[in-house]
């Protein structure tokens, strides 16, 4: 008897834009801060969704270690 299984398929297709703004609400709402690691947001992103977040991630070569920062970039303040 032969298994064939499928690839594991994501129904939540997260682009890093999305996982940026939803990273800027948070921030902005004092839950997190730009210096704890990418690895902290999966505090606040369920488990069957952090999977599609990870492999984003990953792909655009960011290690969950990183600070939250790294993955922001720059940012420009109007009242500075």
């Known amino acids: ?8 398929t994501y129904s939540y297709g997260y682009t890093l834009d999305f996982i940026r703004d939803e990273i800027r609400a948070l921030l902005e709402r004092g839950t997190i801060s730009r210096h704890q690691p990418i690895y902290s947001l999966a505090n606040y992103i369920p488990p069957r969704e952090w999977l599609s977040v990870e492999k984003q991630l990953e792909e655009k070569d960011f290690l969950l270690r ?7 970039g720059a940012e420009n303040w109007d009242n500075d």
């Open 1 to 8: 008897m032969t298994t064939y299984t499928l690839p594991p």
């Open 66 to 72: 990183d600070r939250i920062g790294d993955l922001l």
